[in-house]
């Protein structure tokens, strides 16, 4: 748990940290546009560790907790054996762990989805008020957590319906309770919108343009494989068939639970794509880690598939279909199993905000100035350094102005000023080139920047790269009072393995 906090964890620790409750719930609407829970069980956290562990406890723990949910739902939708290996499906998908170490809310939006789900399906079985109380207390919960829970709500709605229209035998009484609990739901869900808007939620106009193109199918699509994009590429490779093999098995086998998983799935990923298509400059795939533990279920029941009948349909297959059932799952496990054994910090960050601090507290001078691109890193950096050296904004894309300006004005003749950019794409080209409608390069935008700003007279160089985060020297030039034992050291940096910071061929001085 020791990697830099990124821009959505600091954020966490900005609202966690407000001196009450209130005041925690205000600015969750309006930093985050989130409900409050999670943030009320950082806040506590915090005061056991006020470090990144004590900040991801939570997520860790709703993490753990989400792995006996998982079991508890392949248990039911299934049996207790597809259960236990959709838990390790799920559990060693390095996509989902990375979030059981991030202080956000994703692994208590998987835990209240999937505990969600598992009392409304025995609810739509049993029709007893203790399985419709059940749903209606995680799916509470839900809603206080995370604002797109609401999607997946009316994902859950609309299986369920077609889950209690289709029931066989009928249920005798199959809407009454059904439509209580919705109606309930609904009518909480209004009265917080009202609040949230009353109180200055964060708000983002529609931007219905975005929607009609053919990216936002293949991101729907993607979504659902979406943590297989970070961690070990050849888990997609067992992915495939896993998911193909599975969902035979399901369909034939048990006609009604593939139709739930499917209509839920399906409903819930594209409501989720054209919201933030719609919304945001980017899709990212933890906004549908909600369905990934029905996909673990629907990947372990890939070893029903030999010997499976329905409904006058019958199938005859060898034993070499289990033993590929079994390869591939155990293949799967295996993979993940040493990307995280072999995991260490670096694996789970970002951006190197840690490596920055340390860089700038041991060059930039209290004389010095450190300009940030954009909003994203001020609190990073905020939050590891405690030099001398003073922040400014800066626009992300003209930041030649501002610098000129600075270096212009009274100070003294060796003031340098030290520029921090940054990226938060998507790390896998591919996925980025379909999520993203900003796309943004860090290393042409790093050279656009020294380009620019030597045209005006000044010397700039590029002086540090960490992860996702590059550092850029400006000063006046080597002749008008830089220290050449700064700016000099530009000239010959190299890279050093494991993304660590530039630094100056041996036997030079820097």
């Given at each position: 748990m020791s990697h830099s906090l990124w821009f959505d964890e600091s954020q966490t620790v900005v609202v966690a940290s407000q001196s009450t409750v209130s005041d925690v719930a205000t600015v969750a609407m309006q930093l985050r546009g989130y409900p409050?829970?999670?943030?009320?069980?950082?806040?506590?956290?915090?005061?056991?560790?006020?470090?990144?562990?004590?900040?991801?406890?939570?997520?860790?723990?709703?993490?753990?907790?989400?792995?006996?949910?998982?079991?508890?739902?392949?248990?039911?939708?299934?049996?207790?054996f597809t259960g236990l290996l959709a838990a390790f499906l799920f559990v060693l998908?390095?996509?989902?762990?990375?979030?059981?170490?991030?202080?956000?809310?994703?692994?208590?939006?998987?835990?209240?989805?999937?505990?969600?789900?598992?009392?409304?399906?025995?609810?739509?079985?049993?029709?007893?008020?203790?399985?419709?109380?059940?749903?209606?207390?995680?799916?509470?919960?839900?809603?206080a957590s995370?604002?797109?829970?609401?999607?997946?709500?009316?994902?859950?709605?609309l299986a369920a319906l077609y889950s209690r229209a289709f029931a066989r035998p009928p249920a005798r009484a199959p809407y009454r309770r059904f439509l209580a609990v919705v109606a309930v739901l609904c009518l909480i869900e209004i009265l917080w919108?009202?609040?949230?808007?009353?109180?200055?939620?964060?708000?983002?106009?529609?931007?219905?343009?975005?929607?009609?193109?053919i990216s936002t199918l293949l991101v729907t699509a993607g979504m659902y494989a979406g943590p297989l994009s970070f961690g070990s590429p050849i888990q997609l490779a067992f992915w495939v068939p896993l998911q193909l093999l599975g969902g035979i098995a399901m369909f034939v086998q048990r006609?009604?639970?593939?139709?739930?998983?499917?209509?839920?799935?399906?409903?819930?990923?594209?409501?989720?794509?054209?919201?933030?298509?719609?919304?945001?400059?980017?899709?990212?795939?933890?906004?549908g880690l909600g369905v990934f533990p029905l996909a673990c279920i629907l990947?372990?029941?890939?070893?029903?598939?030999?010997?499976?009948?329905?409904?006058?349909?019958?199938?005859?297959?060898?034993l070499a279909?289990?033993?590929?059932?079994?390869?591939?799952?155990?293949?799967?496990?295996?993979?993940?199993?040493?990307?995280?054994?072999?995991?260490?910090?670096?694996?789970?960050?970002?951006?190197?905000?840690?490596?920055?601090?340390?860089?700038?507290?041991?060059?930039?001078?209290?004389?010095?100035?450190i300009a940030l691109s954009g909003r994203y890193g001020v609190p990073c950096l905020s939050y590891y350094y405690n030099g001398p050296a003073r922040f400014v904004s800066v626009r992300e894309q003209h930041p030649d102005d501002l610098?000129?300006?600075?270096?212009?004005?009274?100070?003294?003749?060796?003031?340098?000023?030290?520029i921090v950019l940054l990226s938060l794409a998507n790390e896998n080209p591919v996925v980025a080139r379909y999520t993203e409608f900003k796309k943004y390069d860090l290393e042409a935008q790093t050279e656009t920047t020294i380009a620019g700003l030597r045209k005006r007279g000044l010397f700039a160089c590029h002086a540090a790269r960490f992860h996702r985060v590059n550092v850029i020297f400006v000063s006046r030039g080597l002749g008008q009072g830089a220290l050449p034992s700064r700016a000099g050291g530009c000239a010959g940096m190299v890279l050093q393995p494991a993304g660590r910071g530039l630094e100056p061929p041996p036997g030079s001085q820097h």
């Open positions: 409050p829970l999670f943030f009320m069980v950082v806040r506590h956290s915090l005061h056991y560790r006020s470090d990144e562990a004590g900040l991801r406890l939570p997520a860790a723990f709703f993490g753990a907790l989400s792995i006996i949910a998982v079991f508890l739902l392949g248990k039911a939708l299934a049996d207790g998908t390095p996509g989902v762990f990375r979030y059981f170490v991030d202080g956000n809310a994703y692994t208590l939006l998987i835990l209240e989805v999937t505990l969600s789900n598992l009392f409304l399906v025995r609810a739509i079985r049993s029709d007893k008020i203790a399985d419709w109380l059940g749903y209606a207390l995680f799916a509470l919960l839900g809603l995370h604002t797109i829970f609401v999607l997946y709500f009316v994902a859950q709605v919108v009202v609040f949230y808007f009353h109180h200055g939620g964060d708000r983002r106009p529609f931007q219905l343009s975005r929607l009609p193109e006609r009604k639970v593939f139709w739930f998983i499917a209509i839920f799935a399906t409903l819930s990923l594209a409501a989720i794509t054209l919201f933030f298509r719609a919304t945001l400059s980017y899709v990212a795939y933890k906004y990947a372990a029941y890939s070893l029903r598939l030999p010997g499976a009948g329905a409904r006058g349909l019958k199938l005859s297959w060898p279909a289990k033993v590929c059932g079994i390869t591939l799952i155990a293949s799967y496990c295996i993979a993940g199993a040493a990307f995280l054994a072999t995991a260490d910090a670096r694996a789970f960050e970002y951006q190197d905000w840690k490596g920055t601090a340390q860089y700038l507290r041991n060059h930039a001078t209290g004389s010095d100035l610098v000129s300006g600075l270096l212009a004005g009274p100070g003294p003749p060796d003031r340098a000023v030290w």
